[in-house]
């Protein structure tokens, strides 16, 4: 069994103080400590709040992805539905023309100008009441999906490798649904691949809730910060490419700020996951109708 270094943490703020911070960007000063090593870190209650393996990537994998990954984060931020992680709330559509429109958005905002995001795999309907289906990227990019299986297989074997125990309650509940449903050789149904965006302090939704998001990142130009930070426990871990970041999304977190020159620099981070509602609507075994 591989084996981490451990990090006992300490809560610095109580749990109704630290959602009193959704929706709000995380800040330096809210940050004691930056971790930069492979390491764990345990909350008080002895549960894992993340595990960091650095360099476990090959680069051919990295090399192979990043065109395709860059394909997949095409959605802009501003005019999406991911208002948790956007840290503002959702208005009706503002037509060009100045008139009120019937569907709620991210309205615009300044700070998420040039943010993007997008999913390649397989998707739920939120419900599981329908059968599942390829994200609109794989549905289109065929060719660009396979691509980013060799580095969704390796983000798996770190998984699988570096905390075997809650591997093992995501591998039950991966066995629940159908294969065709899931990345060749892995547990992870779906990846969200997030450009330059500084997410504001949310928890995340719809992920299989036993399970740890599986983060790696891809990038290109010179940039700093970003690293993705834990409000409660005044710890962000640094992760670049090559490196796996295992983190519970169950906790709130987010992005410290990103600096960098706008268009000089590029920063994927995918995280790779189960749909919890892919065991009702691709489940392994036929539907009882």
């Not at 090593?37 to 002895?46: D, N």
Request: hydrophobic share 40%; proline share 5%.
């Amino acid at each position: 069994m591989h084996k981490l270094p451990v990090r006992h943490l300490t809560a610095i703020l109580s749990d109704e103080e630290t959602h009193s911070l959704r929706g709000t960007l995380l800040e330096p000063h809210q940050i004691a400590t930056i971790v930069d090593r492979s390491e764990i870190g345990v909350m008080p209650s002895g549960e894992i709040l993340y595990a960091l393996v650095e360099g476990a990537i090959p680069f051919r994998y990295c090399g192979q992805a990043y065109r395709a990954a860059l394909k997949v984060a095409t959605d802009p931020v501003i005019g999406g539905m991911r208002s948790d992680a956007a840290g503002v709330k959702l208005q009706l559509r503002v037509r060009k023309d100045g008139s009120v429109g019937n569907y709620l958005e991210v309205p615009y905002t300044e700070r998420l100008v040039g943010a993007k995001t997008g999913q390649f795999g397989f998707y739920d309907n939120d419900d599981g009441q329908l059968p599942g289906r390829l994200t609109d990227f794989s549905s289109t990019n065929w060719g660009l999906h396979q691509k980013l299986l060799p580095l969704a297989r390796a983000v798996d074997r770190v998984y699988r490798t570096y905390l075997p125990e809650q591997y093992g309650a995501l591998a039950a509940a991966a066995s629940l649904v159908h294969p065709l449903y899931l990345f060749p050789g892995t547990c992870s149904s779906t990846c969200t691949v997030n450009s330059c965006w500084r997410t504001a302090i949310h928890r995340d939704k719809h992920n299989f809730r036993a399970g740890f998001g599986a983060l790696t990142m891809l990038t290109a130009g010179t940039f700093q910060g970003g690293e993705l930070g834990f409000s409660q426990f005044g710890v962000a871990v640094r992760y670049g490419m090559r490196d796996v970041l295992l983190a519970d999304g169950n906790q709130w977190h987010g992005n410290l700020p990103i600096q960098g020159i706008a268009g000089a620099f590029n920063r994927l981070s995918l995280i790779f996951y189960l749909r919890e509602g892919m065991m009702k609507a691709c489940p392994a075994e036929p539907r009882d109708e």
